[in-house]
């Protein structure tokens, strides 16, 4: 059979599918209900966003380690790996946030335990993505490989979408808030045993290395149609392999990337602003402090409208406009800025869900364009590094800024509004005069 025929048996794809599937929907299931609980515990809103933190940075840190990895111990048992560490992490804080919700421990040490659980999240359910990636684009033929990976990216966007829309229905009776995170560390059992029994053994023959892909933030997790060469396809490795290894080291102040760069971390902090902060902020709006539990609904009703605006920016608007990076920056930081001025002033839940739902789609608009910018920007053979370097300005921003939006927004509601204006708008100012015009 030529290279060109081979493809994955729909099982295999399927199990791929859910592995990325359940760790993206857990995740933001677990976002959308995590206002409530800090309001349940009575602690100050900026130590819950601090307590994604930890797990973002380590996300960054050792995702492109986890991809490296896979060459030589193989696919499955990275993606092994990542959906033990989702497991883990999860069980561990359903059973913290139980016995802090219960009393048993003071909301301090609950949050502080919380943050510690989601290590096992960061550190090692990282390793699952590029893992899923990597086996897709080596044992699938060029004919098919771009419509196999952009299913796996549909599967990371589709959890973004179905976390917060499941998360109210998993408060069960006698669960409470913690339910999501009962059933989410159920399901992620589930996928592991049939990843198991299921996903042949793997021989890692080509280094085919996956994207490395930001941690699933709700409609930030920047799910895209992939290319239909990606790095690591094991019919362009042989040539590329020894001109990587000569290659000079690509570097972050490089003049080509730079402003790139800046577009980036600049535009995600005004993304990562505003979702650390739409959870608290629905509670204040809608008058639900005194009753955290039923906020989980109108939380994970905006962040499902997020999320589908992101879909359809990135799977619709972009293709079907033919948008190149310039004007997709320019076009997605504008509606990110008029986006949010229905969020800050709105006072009922449908304001504030088509607000945050148009920020969002120029948000899904920008952040591609400022990734295939920075990729064009440099030669094919630095295509490795690049994206690295893209993988961490990405992840960059949800360090700090979404416990830094919302000590803003606790202090000053407009000083908090003003900064994400002005950090788009800035945006905005950076690609009419510093990034150079799309071409055909």
Same mark, same amino acid.
């Given at each position: 059979?030529?290279?060109?025929?081979?493809?994955? /048996?729909?099982?295999?794809?399927?199990?791929?599918?859910?592995?990325?599937?359940?760790?993206?929907?857990?995740?933001?299931?677990m976002?959308?209900?995590?206002?409530?609980?800090?309001?349940?515990?009575?602690?100050?809103?900026?130590?819950?966003?601090?307590?994604?933190?930890?797990?973002?940075?380590?996300?960054?840190?050792?995702?492109?380690?986890? *991809?490296?990895?896979?060459?030589?111990?193989?696919?499955?048992?990275?993606?092994?790996?990542?959906?033990?560490?989702?497991?883990?992490?999860?069980?561990?804080?359903?059973l913290?946030? $139980?016995?802090?919700? =219960?009393?048993?421990?003071?909301?301090?040490?609950?949050?502080?335990?919380?943050?510690?659980?989601?290590?096992f999240?960061?550190?090692?359910?990282s *390793?699952?993505?590029?893992?899923?990636?990597?086996?897709?684009?080596?044992?699938?033929g060029?004919?098919?490989?771009?419509?196999?990976?952009?299913?796996?990216?549909?599967?990371?966007?589709?959890?973004?979408?179905?976390?917060?829309?499941?998360?109210?229905?998993?408060?069960?009776?006698?669960?409470?808030?913690?339910?999501?995170?009962?059933?989410?560390?159920?399901?992620?059992?589930?996928?592991?045993?049939?990843?198991?029994?299921?996903? /042949?053994?793997?021989?890692?023959?080509?280094?085919?290395?996956g994207?490395?892909?930001?941690?699933?933030?709700?409609?930030?997790s920047?799910?895209?149609?992939?290319?239909?060469?990606?790095?690591?396809?094991?019919?362009?490795?042989?040539?590329?392999? /020894?001109?990587?290894?000569?290659?000079?080291?690509?570097?972050? #102040?490089?003049?080509?990337?730079?402003?790139?760069?800046?577009?980036?971390?600049?535009?995600?902090?005004?993304?990562?602003?505003?979702?650390?902060?739409?959870?608290?902020?629905?509670?204040?709006?809608?008058?639900?402090?005194?009753? /955290?539990?039923?906020?989980?609904?109108?939380?994970?009703?905006?962040?499902?409208?997020?999320?589908?605006?992101?879909?359809?920016? @990135?799977?619709?608007?972009?293709?079907?406009?033919?948008?190149?990076?310039?004007?997709?920056?320019?076009?997605?930081?504008?509606?990110?800025?008029?986006?949010?001025?229905?969020?800050?002033?709105?006072?009922?839940? $449908?304001?504030? &869900?088509?607000?945050?739902?148009?920020?969002?789609?120029?948000?899904?608009?920008?952040?591609?364009?400022?990734?295939?910018?920075?990729?064009?920007?440099v030669?094919?053979?630095?295509?490795? @590094? #690049? =994206?690295?370097?893209?993988?961490?300005?990405?992840?960059a921003?949800?360090?700090? &800024?979404?416990?830094?939006?919302?000590?803003?927004?606790? $202090?000053? @509601?407009?000083?908090?509004?003003?900064?994400?204006?002005?950090?788009?708008?800035?945006?905005?100012?950076?690609?009419?005069?510093?990034?150079?015009?799309?071409r055909a």
């Amino acid at each position: 059979m030529s290279e060109d025929a081979v493809r994955l /048996p729909k099982e295999r794809m399927a199990l791929l599918f859910a592995v990325m599937l359940v760790t993206a929907a857990g995740n933001t299931a677990m976002q959308s209900i995590m206002p409530s609980v800090g309001t349940r515990l009575a602690i100050a809103d900026v130590w819950v966003s601090l307590a994604y933190s930890w797990s973002a940075l380590l996300w960054v840190v050792m995702a492109p380690f986890w *991809a490296r990895r896979s060459d030589r111990r193989g696919r499955k048992a990275m993606m092994a790996l990542g959906m033990i560490g989702f497991i883990t992490s999860f069980a561990l804080c359903g059973l913290i946030l $139980h016995l802090g919700l =219960a009393g048993w421990l003071g909301a301090t040490l609950t949050m502080v335990l919380f943050a510690l659980a989601r290590t096992f999240y960061g550190g090692f359910g990282s *390793a699952a993505p590029p893992a899923v990636q990597a086996y897709v684009a080596s044992r699938t033929g060029r004919a098919d490989r771009t419509k196999a990976l952009s299913l796996v990216a549909s599967s990371f966007g589709l959890g973004t979408v179905l976390g917060p829309a499941l998360a109210p229905l998993m408060i069960l009776p006698g669960l409470g808030l913690i339910g999501p995170f009962v059933v989410f560390t159920l399901l992620g059992v589930i996928v592991l045993a049939l990843l198991r029994m299921r996903l /042949p053994d793997d021989d890692p023959r080509f280094a085919g290395r996956g994207e490395v892909m930001s941690a699933p933030f709700s409609a930030s997790s920047n799910p895209r149609l992939v290319d239909d060469t990606p790095d690591g396809s094991p019919d362009e490795l042989p040539a590329a392999e /020894p001109q990587h290894m000569n290659a000079d080291r690509l570097r972050w #102040a490089d003049k080509r990337l730079r402003p790139w760069l800046v577009t980036g971390l600049v535009g995600g902090h005004a993304q990562a602003m505003l979702l650390g902060v739409i959870g608290f902020l629905l509670l204040d709006r809608l008058g639900l402090r005194g009753n /955290p539990d039923a906020g989980a609904g109108p939380v994970g009703l905006v962040l499902m409208a997020g999320a589908f605006a992101t879909l359809l920016a @990135q799977w619709g608007l972009i293709p079907m406009l033919g948008m190149g990076p310039r004007t997709s920056t320019l076009w997605g930081m504008g509606l990110a800025a008029l986006g949010i001025v229905p969020v800050a002033v709105g006072t009922d839940l $449908h304001t504030i &869900a088509v607000g945050f739902a148009v920020a969002s789609m120029g948000f899904g608009l920008f952040r591609p364009g400022f990734t295939s910018g920075a990729s064009l920007a440099v030669s094919r053979s630095e295509q490795g @590094q #690049a =994206a690295g370097i893209i993988a961490a300005v990405n992840g960059a921003a949800y360090i700090a &800024a979404p416990a830094i939006g919302v000590w803003l927004y606790n $202090h000053s @509601q407009w000083l908090a509004w003003g900064a994400m204006e002005a950090f788009a708008l800035l945006v905005v100012a950076l690609g009419l005069f510093g990034l150079g015009r799309d071409r055909a």
